[in-house]
């Protein structure tokens, strides 16, 4: 299993991005997909989540209305839609998979928000 994320740089609040994580290495349309973030001294916690066909998402309180989760089955990718960029959004973002009961984790993706 392998997950690549890409798309985090440094942004103005009030801004966009969206995050991309490419999958391999396991049947990627039969799994649902997560998205985790972790700031600076603070614990690791969920940003979003989608179902194996897209069907159904879930969202963080503190992103619910600014952040959208989708997947192409296709490309085998997952994105991460983030507008309204706050300060606080700033963190190194996972993606996740869990597979056979095992946690896979990207290398993450660096995102900054900050004037």
């Known amino acids: 299993v392998q997950l690549v994320e890409s798309g985090g740089e440094l942004v103005q609040p009030g801004g966009s991005l969206r995050l991309s994580c490419a999958a391999s290495?396991?049947?990627?349309?039969?799994?649902?997909m997560t998205w985790y973030r972790q700031a600076p001294g603070k614990e690791r916690e969920l940003v979003a989540g989608i179902t194996s066909v897209g069907d159904s998402t879930n969202y963080a309180d503190s992103v619910k209305g600014r952040f959208t989760v989708s997947r192409d089955n296709v490309k085998n990718t997952v994105y991460l839609q983030m507008n309204s960029l706050k300060p606080e959004d700033t963190a190194v973002y996972y993606c996740n998979v869990q597979v056979q009961l095992y946690n896979y984790w990207g290398q993450g993706t660096q995102v900054t928000v900050s004037s």
């Open positions: 290495g396991f049947t990627f349309s039969s799994y649902a």
